[in-house]
């Protein structure tokens, strides 16, 4: 059983910093792709910024420009640089990990989640 452990959110001043991290207890080669989401009180877990195994990555366009998402493949570790961070990035935020097996069937990881508070 896969395991994701989050860490580093906080509360931050708008125009701060901040990063996250995520450790898997397998490596994460294991993975097709790897992703951070976030859901706010009140609405929809969404998508922030994945990573393929590839290498490739995708953002959700609010945080274009301003997080980055990276992996450190001997720490088994996926990081989300969070720079000029907004209030409205306020949320409790997710890794996940996918993968598919031979067959097809869809294996789905989920992180328990690392508040981030974007406050003055």
């Known amino acids: 059983q896969a395991q994701l452990v989050e860490s580093g959110g906080g509360l931050v001043q708008p125009g701060g910093s901040l990063r996250l991290s995520c450790v898997a207890s397998k490596t994460i080669f294991s993975f097709d792709a790897m992703a951070w989401y976030r859901q706010a009180p009140g609405k929809q877990r969404e998508l922030v910024a994945e990573v393929t195994s590839g290498g490739d990555t995708n953002y959700e366009a609010s945080v274009e420009g301003r997080f980055t998402i990276s992996r450190d493949n001997a720490k088994n570790t996926v990081y989300l640089q969070m720079n000029s961070l907004k209030p409205e990035d306020t949320a409790v935020y997710y890794c996940?990990?996918?993968?598919?097996?031979?067959?097809?069937?869809?294996?789905?990881?989920w992180g328990q989640g690392t508040q981030v508070t974007v406050s003055s």
């Open positions: 996940h990990a996918f993968r598919l097996n031979s067959w097809g069937q869809k294996y789905l990881y």
